[in-house]
Every structure is written in structure tokens, then in C-alpha cells.
């Protein structure tokens, strides 16, 4: 089992920045990759951005050059640097957590905002 759990959400202008972070406990060794994804009112979750044990990452096209993810291990800790925000950014940001190829685990998700 593992346990994910996002912080960092909040309220920001067009322009600004934020930092999500989340962090896994549990069987942490079995974690193959994380991920962040996003979910706006009335749309389907996206996915965002992930990171690999071996730090390889891959963006969806809308947050390339702005989002940034990265990973400490031994903090077993995921980041997510999002510059440049935009309205359309605002959504729910949830961590997700692929274990040993066979099951996804989900944090509960964080707020982000962005005004224009």
C-alpha cells in the first residue's frame, strides 16, 4: 500500500507561480513512476506531468515550458513548479502513484486557482 499526499495548492494571479508538493509513505520501493494530473469542473481529469525512479519526465503539451517536475528521493517527495499560470490551469491537482505496474494510487488532490 502506498499513501500519497499533496500540499501546496492555493489562490494566485495570472503570471504567478506555485509549488505542489507531494509525498508517498508506505511501500515506497515499489513505486515505478509518479505523476501529477489535473481535474477542472466539469471536465475529465488530464494528465500533467510524470517522473520515472531514474528521473525521466514527460509533460502534456499545455504546461511544456511553464511546469516542471522533479523528485527527491529521499524525501521520497514529488514536486511540481508551475510558472507562468494561467486561468486555465485552475483545477484539482492530484499525485498519483503507479506501484509495481499493476496498481494506481491517488492523493486526495489540492486546489489551485488562478485569477485573472
Known amino acids: 500500500q502506498v499513501q500519497l499526499e499533496e500540499s501546496g495548492g492555493g489562490l494566485v494571479q495570472a503570471g504567478g507561480s506555485l509549488r505542489l508538493s507531494c509525498a508517498a509513505s508506505g511501500s515506497v520501493s515499489g513505486i515505478n513512476y509518479m505523476g501529477w494530473h489535473r481535474q477542472a469542473p466539469g471536465k475529465q481529469r488530464e494528465l500533467v506531468a510524470t517522473i520515472t525512479g531514474g528521473g525521466s519526465t514527460s509533460y502534456a503539451n499545455s504546461v511544456k515550458g511553464r511546469f516542471t517536475i522533479s523528485r527527491d528521493g529521499a524525501k521520497n517527495t514529488v514536486y511540481l513548479q508551475m510558472n507562468s499560470l494561467r486561468p486555465e490551469d485552475t483545477a484539482v491537482y492530484y499525485c498519483?502513484?503507479?506501484?509495481?505496474?499493476?496498481?494506481?494510487?491517488w492523493g486526495k488532490g489540492t486546489q489551485v486557482t488562478v485569477s485573472s
Open positions: 498519483r502513484a503507479m506501484y509495481q505496474y499493476t496498481t494506481n494510487y
